[in-house]
């Protein structure tokens, strides 16, 4: 089948191929063909008070993890 076969400079598995050939009808959700929507007021109202409320702080084991930051006072 001439749908799977390697072309040059491809360097994917046959079944790689085969796989990718489903995403148009059955890919993510998330994928747009269309411009990017821009994020509504509410949103960028709630990403920025949260980013006030909480940090991310690295820890002896390096891991990262999210905290609520430290009020002054």
Do not use: K, N
């Amino acid at each position: 089948m001439a749908l799977f076969r390697r072309r040059p400079g491809d360097d994917r598995t046959w079944g790689m191929r085969f796989t990718e050939t489903f995403l148009p009808v059955f890919g993510p959700a998330s994928i747009r063909r269309g411009p990017a929507v821009p994020p509504r007021p509410e949103d960028q109202a709630r990403e920025a008070e949260l980013r006030q409320t909480f940090e991310r702080v690295t820890g002896a084991d390096g891991h990262s993890y999210v905290v609520e930051r430290r009020r002054p006072g």
